[in-house]
């Protein structure tokens, strides 16, 4: 859909700025659009290659241990089946804490890593299990206490208070974590009912 949508866009903006007689705005659109592209690629990266290198520590050090023994009752709570013995156990908790840290582009991989060692133990391959469900839920909808990555875009659009946005990223992060949370909760629940 998406794939029609924005050509069609692109060729209705055009065509309307032929009319008008403005195809000179369209340039000049293009060009600063293109340059705006460039510095907000640069201060992301920055970004995130710090956070990166910290959670790179974190995972060579005892932080991580800390840190697991922290989310030890989260983890029971919402990943009742793994245990803390378990690789996808570790990984799941670097997932959150990237998550925790505004992270998405960091927390990606190590959800991948995460549910790709969750589906080599899922014994029904074509069905998510209830933990990889939950871990879909949690990237999609997730808690952050620093939403770095926010920060970051409206520092590098000029913003005179990047971190102004924390509070509200607070409210609407926990009402959206604790909602998808129950629903998902609630699902599993239906789903194990159904079964029996």
Request: overall charge positive; proline content about 4%.
């Amino acid at each position: 859909m998406l794939n029609i949508f924005w050509p069609m866009c692109i060729i209705i903006s055009i065509a309307i700025a032929v009319l008008t007689g403005n195809i000179g705005d369209i340039n000049n659109a293009v060009f600063d659009s293109t340059k705006s592209a460039v510095d907000l690629t640069i201060s992301l990266l920055g970004t995130m290659c710090l956070w990166s290198g910290i959670m790179e520590i974190a995972i060579n050090t005892s932080t991580i241990i800390k840190l697991e023994k922290i989310l030890k009752p989260v983890m029971h709570f919402l990943f009742p089946k793994t245990k803390k013995e378990d690789k996808e156990y570790k990984e799941i908790c670097m997932n959150i804490i990237a998550n925790l840290l505004g992270l998405g582009n960091a927390a990606t991989p190590l959800g991948l890593k995460a549910m790709q060692s969750l589906q080599e133990k899922n014994q029904d391959k074509n069905r998510l299990s209830n933990s990889m469900a939950m871990l879909i839920v949690l990237n999609t909808a997730s808690f952050q206490i620093i939403p770095t990555t926010v920060i970051a875009i409206r520092s590098s659009l000029g913003s005179e208070n990047p971190a102004g946005i924390i509070v509200p990223v607070w409210i609407a992060t926990i009402c959206a974590a604790v909602t998808a949370i129950t629903v998902t909760k609630l699902f599993i629940k239906f789903d194990r009912n159904k079964k029996i």
